[in-house]
């Protein structure tokens, strides 16, 4: 079994500041895949950004990218240029390869990082 | 594209009665489904894995006969609480995986908030 950790329950920065949220994971698997999901008041879950752990290269997806550390298990968020919109709850989720076998897999969540963002 | 709905939103319902909560891929086919759980502050918990005609795969400490899913077309799986309790009550989202499409990203639906009362 896998398990996520995130270690920062809530975060505040001001607006148009770069903040970092981490995420720490533990798993046997050699073939998985890691994501950073946002949650707004709203409720509905969104994909902020994903990596493949094959891939060295650390995803980035306009002001959002990743620091990922596969020997030390960890794969933070950055997010600059901060905006009010950016306010919700995060989540960093594992999910096993389906090349592990057994078809698609469900996704294993962090507690998530709940970030504010202060004008 | 890759838009998941779930009906009802909101549900209330007295103890002992049943729910059904409906998960539909709008525009693309999935083979699987997975149907989570959020209590209020917490994070998703994955309750089960629904496949398009076979039996669901529930997570340990989930009743699958309290917690019915049935999966019978590329687009729809349902997810029944039967014989509801007031611990039943939570937030429950579902999400879906195109199977003709990028099949490690999961689309979710929206949520369905269920109070028992």
């Known amino acids: 079994a896998q398990t996520v950790t995130q270690s920062q329950p809530e975060m505040s920065v001001q607006e148009a500041e770069t903040v970092t949220l981490s995420c720490t994971y533990d798993?046997?698997?050699?073939?998985?895949?890691l994501f950073w999901y946002k949650q707004p008041p709203s409720r509905q879950m969104i994909l902020v950004i994903r990596q493949e752990a094959y891939k060295q290269q650390n995803a980035t997806e306009n002001r959002f990218s990743v620091n990922f550390q596969k020997a030390a298990k960890s794969f933070s968020l950055k997010i600059s240029d901060s905006q009010l919109g950016d306010t919700a709850m995060y989540f960093c989720?594992?999910?096993?390869?389906?090349?592990?076998?057994?078809?698609?897999?469900?996704?294993?969540f962090g507690k998530g990082t709940h970030l504010i963002i202060q004008p | 594209g890759a838009v998941v709905s779930q009906h009802p939103s909101r549900v209330i319902c007295k103890s002992g009665t049943s729910v059904k909560i409906e998960c539909r891929s709008l525009?693309?086919?999935?083979?699987?489904m997975f149907w989570y759980r959020q209590f209020p502050k917490q994070s998703l918990m994955l309750m089960a894995t629904?496949?398009?005609?076979?039996?669901?795969?529930?997570e340990q400490g989930v009743e699958k006969d309290k917690f019915l899913i049935n999966h019978a077309s590329l687009t729809l799986s349902t997810l029944t609480v039967t014989s509801a309790h007031p611990e039943d009550s939570s937030f429950y989202i579902c999400?879906?995986?195109?199977?003709?499409?990028?099949?490690?990203?999961?689309?979710f639906g929206p949520g369905t908030r269920l109070t028992v009362l």
């Open positions: 999400s879906a995986v195109n199977s003709g499409g990028n099949t490690d990203t999961q689309y």
């Open positions: 629904s496949n398009e005609g076979s039996k669901a795969t529930y």
């Open positions: 798993t046997s698997e050699n073939n998985y895949y």
């Open positions: 525009d693309f086919q999935a083979t699987t």
């Open positions: 989720a594992f999910m096993k390869s389906i090349y592990s076998g057994g078809g698609a897999d469900g996704l294993t």
